[in-house]
């Protein structure tokens, strides 16, 4: 007899809240005590233990907290409340502030059959309509993860204005697998609804298309992004006090528009400004310093720090993007900083830089250089074509770990102003799209016999799994490549 009226609910999030401060193996004894399970505890913690079981967790929870068995169907799992259960674990970073562990994934794309177009009508939309989200701390120091804890449990389902956008990117992942195209599928496509790979690798978990059977495609699940869960668990969930500023400030701004046309919209306003021009509109100093256009686009945006909370919750990252009088890009744009360890521990598809390029989406702001200012040219959405992540940036990535796993080789030269090193790294000529250098200005250096090189500390190096310490290094996107892909009205004089 169930503890709870699964046609309610509340009444089934009263009786999940129950599980807070508790862990896994706590559910599993309780279980095996009310007979609720006919298993032994040990035979239960063998099933469940197993962290390449993907869904463990929350099929323990379905069968021996809630008492249902798991099948096949594709209702609800409280099918007579409408509710879905998802189990989701969350992480505390160095700084204290907490982010979810992955992003959700809430149901697999069918391919064999034809899209639905309208997202209410969707699969989708009667699995994600609301969500009963069990957040679990992921503390990797325990030695299982039935050993986890959870914290918070609490019914979800979108604002309105959350939902608006979710459905703005259901039709964009619905259009692309209609034209055919779900090859061409990428997480950063879209902004808080993603299309997310499933499958050990793509040789493994490619499948035909409805509408292009002769192409194809990687199995993918509509998943809400790893940057929206985090948005979740701090603002819904957590109700941390939220310093993001919205720049939609009425859910009814986007009744005749994408998220994308209001955001673009807000900043074309301004084209054919200078930046002296716009400081003095938004009154801000004008300084000239590297910070000065970035600050600009935030207030062209509505906003007065750096922080949008659209741009939190979708994974969006702002490019200022300065072209000189003759159209050139001179700078790369930087990526985050590169950790040597984990990056020869790591397989492709679960690396830093998949993970970072295949679900970020870049705003780039485009000014260009007309006498002594620079002028706003306008600015666009972007996200890496899939293509061109999985083997030009794939073989670049292969390469530089490659070359870290066998040994960085230095070469020093005396110089008139001391010591310098070159190594063995790729350049940026190497590969068409990322190179590898430092990102700050100070170097330092412990050679294999403790010998120390530089003018800065170990706070700016990183150690490579020899022992050695170098400069920290960054991945960059090549200047050449940004501008290559910027919009012809954004590159012309």
Wanted: some cysteine; proline content about 3%; charged content about 25%.
């Amino acid at each position: 007899m169930k503890r709870y009226d699964d046609t309610n609910p509340f009444s089934i999030e009263t009786y999940g809240k129950k599980l807070i401060g508790h862990t896994f193996e706590d559910v599993i004894a309780w279980s095996t005590e009310n007979a609720i399970n006919k298993g032994t505890i040990k035979e239960a913690q063998e099933s469940y233990s197993n962290k390449a079981r993907k869904g463990g967790l929350g099929n323990l929870l379905e069968q021996l907290y809630f008492g249902y068995n798991i099948n096949s169907c594709s209702d609800a799992d409280f099918k007579l409340a409408g509710v879905e259960l998802k189990a989701t674990p969350y992480e505390i970073r160095k700084d204290g502030s907490k982010k979810a562990g992955e992003r959700l994934v809430l149901t697999m794309i069918d391919y064999n059959s034809p899209m639905e177009k309208d997202f209410y009508k969707s699969h989708l939309w009667e699995k994600c309509r609301l969500l009963l989200l069990v957040y679990y701390l992921r503390d990797k120091t325990k030695k299982s993860n039935l050993m986890y804890k959870i914290d918070y449990v609490k019914l979800f389902t979108p604002t309105p204005t959350d939902l608006r956008i979710i459905e703005q990117d259901y039709k964009v992942i619905a259009d692309k697998i209609i034209a055919g195209k779900a090859h061409e599928l990428s997480e950063a496509d879209t902004m808080y609804l993603g299309a997310c790979t499933k499958g050990a690798t793509a040789a493994k978990s490619t499948v035909k298309q409805y509408y292009n059977d002769n192409v194809l495609a990687r199995k993918r699940a509509f998943c809400y992004k790893n940057s929206y869960m985090t948005s979740v668990l701090n603002d819904y969930i957590i109700n941390d006090i939220d310093t993001y500023e919205p720049i939609i400030k009425d859910e009814k701004d986007l009744e005749n528009c994408t998220l994308a046309e209001y955001i673009t919209g807000k900043i074309n306003q301004y084209i054919g400004c200078s930046d002296e021009e716009l400081c003095r509109i938004f009154n801000r100093e004008y300084n000239n310093n590297k910070a000065q256009w970035y600050d600009l686009v935030f207030k062209m945006l509505g906003i007065k720090s750096s922080k949008a909370l659209e741009f939190k919750k979708a994974n969006i990252v702002v490019k200022a993007i300065r072209l000189n009088e003759k159209g050139k890009m001179v700078e790369s744009s930087p990526l985050p900083n590169i950790n040597f360890k984990n990056l020869i521990e790591q397989d492709w598809e679960e690396s830093d830089l998949y993970n970072y390029l295949s679900e970020t989406k870049f705003f780039f702001v485009v000014y260009h250089q007309v006498g002594g200012v620079y002028v706003l040219k306008g600015c666009q959405l972007w996200n890496m074509p899939s293509e061109d992540l999985e083997k030009i940036v794939f073989d670049g990535w292969q390469k530089i770990k490659g070359i870290v796993q066998n040994g960085v080789r230095f070469t020093m030269k005396q110089q008139k102003n001391g010591i310098v090193f070159t190594n063995n790294l790729p350049k940026k000529n190497d590969n068409d799209i990322i190179h590898i250098r430092p990102h700050a200005q100070k170097r330092y250096y412990v050679m294999e016999d403790g010998a120390v090189y530089g003018n800065g500390s170990l706070a700016d190096a990183d150690q490579l799994p020899d022992g050695r310490w170098m400069p920290k290094q960054s991945f960059w996107l090549n200047n050449t490549y940004i501008l290559s892909i910027l919009d012809k009205h954004l590159r012309k004089n």
